[in-house]
């Protein structure tokens, strides 16, 4: 039988991806092959307005990216089974009566949202938001953006709000919802109900008729419209299914787990770190760790913290390269295996790094501020981000365990981390637990997996599709060091003076 073929299109925030899955079975039961057939770059576009410079995604580049996308995987696979789309969360474009997008979406590391969280909890109480949304306070979630844009011209006509997927989605098929995974990270949305919140978002002021209906991830959103079929060359009607259309929710389908002891940490410009539950936390002891109840696939919950991730390490590369100092990552990696680790370690998740900058400075004064010896060197310098980040994520874990009740055996690395072994390996010394390393595609992996079953290709529970994922794949475990785990203690304690449940 032919294999099915379904592509996935994956938006990140440095690049976008279409990838072709094919769902074949040689006998030994169904499994995935991945291919990427585009890969087109994306990142914030700074442009002056009135208020000053906005950051903002170059949302007809995306466009283009993903048709010349669809275009390459129809050209390589033949007739497509479905398309699914991911991306980053909380952004969105704002549409007109018409269903005319108002301009670009703003980019979530924009400023525009400075101050406003603090506005917002003037009228509804921090905790009260918490324990409705379940959702983590970051600066940049939609409802912060939505209440900062209060009084513009541009949301004034603005008739809906669309997710960035969701728009995408919207603009191939011509529907208009917002897929669930995606809208509870708005801080709109209801974490027990996961309905809209639409008494929340009148009390903020929030025209609620913004809010598109909602959708769970393996439904059919509809079908590519047949001008744009013609003009990817697709004959055949394409179905567009609905998947975890958060880029994060599709990595943790794709985790290769066995069993539900796993912790993860879904690593890219972001590291996510967390647990996967049936319910979510939403005691006042999680909100003040400000750990977050995003909404999985099937119902689970994305019990998880924000690790400023990668992000650091790559705007590092970039301050030195405008610089003119050498900067390949390949080599400054292997330098910084070479120097003494936990030198000198810092918050990752301090705010002064969520924007676009120059991150070794930022770094140099981090280590300043809390009495640490700046890093001398680029390689002591990634050393430190790596090392920060691994202790990060211990601390997450320990948290997230801590809070939750789970205890976990294992923490899967997903995402484009996992070709740093450096950090995986540096992840099961922090950790104290082995690391399972892979896949490097995981958002794809669970956008296709999620397809194949919406398109009965596949079949089962959570735990059934990530049987099929993990099939394929070429996973590389780390064992902790035991005579390690001393200096990471003394690490985490050097940096937040707690000890082993992570201060919880
Ligand atoms: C990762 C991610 C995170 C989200 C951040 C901003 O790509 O989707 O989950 O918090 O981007 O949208």
């Given at each position: 039988r032919q294999p099915a073929a379904f592509a996935a299109v994956d938006l990140g925030a440095s690049s976008g991806r279409v990838i072709v899955g094919r769902v074949h079975d040689d006998g030994a039961g169904p499994r995935v092959g991945l291919h990427e057939v585009h890969r087109f770059p994306n990142g914030p576009v700074p442009v002056p307005g009135a208020g000053g410079t906005t950051l903002h995604w170059d949302v007809l580049a995306l466009w283009r990216g993903v048709l010349d996308g669809l275009r390459a995987a129809t050209r390589e696979a033949g007739p497509l089974a479905g398309v699914g789309i991911d991306s980053w969360a909380v952004d969105h474009g704002l549409l007109d009566a018409d269903g005319t997008l108002l301009g670009n979406p703003v980019h979530y590391r924009d400023g525009r949202t400075d101050g406003v969280p603090e506005r917002v909890f003037g009228v509804v109480p921090a905790a009260e938001l918490y324990a409705r949304t379940g959702l983590q306070v970051q600066p940049f979630n939609t409802v912060f953006q939505l209440v900062a844009a209060q009084g513009t011209a541009q949301l004034d006509a603005a008739r809906r709000a669309l997710l960035v997927p969701d728009l995408l989605g919207a603009w191939l098929t011509g529907e208009q919802v917002a897929e669930v995974t995606n809208a509870s990270t708005t801080g709109l949305l209801d974490a027990t109900t996961r309905t809209w919140a639409t008494d929340l978002a009148r009390r903020l002021g929030v025209d609620a008729g913004l809010l598109p209906p909602l959708r769970d991830a393996g439904e059919l959103l509809g079908h590519v419209r047949p001008d744009l079929a013609e003009q990817i060359g697709h004959r055949a009607p394409l179905p567009v299914w609905t998947v975890g259309s958060h880029d994060t929710a599709s990595a943790v389908v794709a985790v290769p787990a066995t069993g539900d002891d796993f912790a993860y940490v879904s690593c890219g410009t972001w590291s996510l770190v967390g647990l996967e539950l049936?319910?979510?936390?939403?005691t006042e002891e999680s909100r003040a760790a400000n750990f977050t109840n995003e909404a999985g696939v099937?119902?689970?919950?994305?019990y998880l913290r924000n690790v400023m991730g990668l992000w650091v390490l790559s705007e590092s590369l970039r301050t030195w390269h405008e610089a003119g100092l050498p900067a390949e990552l390949p080599d400054l990696l292997a330098a910084a295996a070479q120097v003494p680790g936990l030198t000198t370690v810092v918050d990752?998740?301090?705010?002064?790094?969520?924007?676009?900058?120059d991150m070794p400075a930022r770094i140099a004064a981090a280590a300043a501020r809390t009495g640490q010896t700046p890093p001398r060197s680029q390689a002591e310098t990634v050393r430190c981000v790596l090392d920060s980040l691994a202790l990060a994520y211990r601390r997450a874990v320990r948290q997230a365990t801590a809070l939750s009740g789970r205890d976990v055996a294992v923490v899967h690395l997903v995402g484009g981390g996992v070709r740093n072994t450096l950090l995986c390996r540096l992840t099961a010394d922090a950790t104290g637990l082995p690391v399972v390393a892979g896949p490097v595609e995981g958002a794809a992996l669970g956008n296709v997996l999620v397809q194949a079953r919406a398109a009965g290709v596949l079949s089962g529970s959570l735990a059934d599709l990530r049987a099929v994922g993990a099939r394929g794949l070429d996973l590389v475990r780390y064992e902790p060091d035991p005579a390690a785990a001393a200096r990471w203690d003394a690490a985490e304690r050097r940096l937040w003076g707690t000890g082993d449940r992570g201060g919880v």
């Open positions: 049936p319910a979510p936390v939403l099937d119902g689970t919950v994305r990752v998740d301090a705010p002064d790094f969520l924007p676009p900058g």
